[in-house]
């Protein structure tokens, strides 16, 4: 059986466990931003999501941080809105070592590519 160690050791080998920890630290990045917005405009989830017209709980499920309910730019747009707030994008270097493996790369493009 491989040790805590062992496992951090091969993450940090394979660019596809980098890449998806990379996304996982951009997930609570985006979840924390949210949360604080809202909390800085005084609102409640609830407010929110009667501002978005989704239920509170899809506001908790984007505020936990966890990748699977990370929202789409075009949410986060809305949710900013609904706090009377924008979100400016920029763009940084990936972390060091951070670089997608050609099957990640592949998964994220498909739905971008159009059909020939």
Same mark, same amino acid.
């Given at each position: ?24 630290? @951009? =997930? ?5 931003? *949210?949360?604080? $917005?809202?909390? #800085?405009? +005084?609102? &409640?989830? %609830?407010?929110? /999501? ?30 900013? @809105? =609904? ?5 400016? *994008?920029?763009? $940084?270097?990936? #972390?060091? +070592?951070? &670089?997608? %493996?050609?099957? /990640? ?12």
């Amino acid at each position: 059986m491989m040790g805590f160690d062992q496992e951090l050791e091969l993450i940090e080998r394979d660019p596809a466990l980098r890449l998806a920890r990379a996304r996982a630290k @951009a =997930a609570r990045k985006i979840s924390s931003l *949210l949360a604080g $917005m809202r909390k #800085e405009a +005084g609102l &409640t989830q %609830a407010d929110v /999501a009667g501002r978005i017209g989704v239920s509170q709980a899809r506001i908790s499920q984007v505020e936990s941080g966890l990748i699977d309910h990370t929202p789409s730019v075009d949410f986060a747009f809305v949710f900013a @809105a =609904a706090c009377n707030r924008t979100i400016e *994008l920029s763009a $940084m270097p990936l #972390e060091e +070592g951070v &670089t997608p %493996a050609e099957p /990640a790369r592949e998964a994220f493009a498909a739905p971008y590519k159009s059909a020939s």
